[in-house]
């Protein structure tokens, strides 16, 4: 199995869309990530009635953070319809500011047909390169 198989997998595996209140539905959209050291974090989205939701590719990144890792090699977030889409600006952002080298972060475009996009080409002329420098 190769490793966006796994990752489409793993995030396809804690999709659950769930009501959590008449406020709240989670688990819509699910995503999952591999380290550069290899291990894979997931998350789902938190869909609120206001401004407060968060999306799973940044759930994923939370749950990273929490065990003490920072850099993606690899991330693919998936609808619930099992199709992929592409990471919304907050979270190209949130994976920007992480480390110097994120703009190379391999992310999955479309599943069937393998395409993939550096984060750098989906951010391009980012605005916080030279604070890394």
Same mark, same amino acid.
């Given at each position: 199995?190769?490793? #966006?198989?796994?990752? /489409?997998?793993? $995030?396809?595996?804690?999709?659950? $869309? #769930?009501?959590?209140?008449?406020?709240?539905?989670?688990?819509?959209?699910?995503?999952?990530?591999?380290?550069?050291?290899?291990t894979?974090?997931?998350?789902?989205?938190?869909?609120?009635?206001?401004?407060?939701? *968060?999306? $799973?590719?940044?759930?994923?990144? $939370?749950?990273?953070?929490?065990?003490?890792?920072?850099?993606?090699?690899?991330?693919?977030a998936?609808?619930?319809?099992?199709?992929?889409?592409?990471?919304?600006?907050?979270?190209?952002?949130? *994976?920007?500011?992480?480390?110097?080298?994120?703009?190379?972060?391999?992310?999955?475009?479309? /599943?069937?047909?393998?395409?993939?996009?550096?984060?750098?080409?989906?951010?391009?002329? #980012? #605005?916080?390169?030279?604070?890394?420098?």
């Amino acid at each position: 199995m190769d490793q #966006w198989t796994e990752l /489409y997998n793993e $995030a396809r595996r804690v999709q659950k $869309a #769930w009501e959590v209140s008449p406020f709240i539905e989670a688990g819509g959209v699910a995503a999952a990530l591999l380290t550069k050291k290899g291990t894979v974090y997931v998350g789902v989205c938190i869909d609120t009635a206001s401004s407060l939701g *968060m999306c $799973a590719e940044r759930n994923a990144i $939370a749950n990273m953070l929490t065990n003490g890792e920072s850099q993606i090699e690899k991330i693919v977030a998936v609808l619930s319809d099992g199709s992929v889409v592409a990471p919304c600006g907050v979270c190209r952002e949130s *994976m920007m500011q992480l480390a110097k080298d994120s703009g190379e972060i391999d992310v999955l475009l479309d /599943y069937e047909e393998r395409k993939v996009s550096k984060l750098k080409e989906l951010l391009p002329n #980012w #605005w916080g390169s030279a604070r890394f420098s």
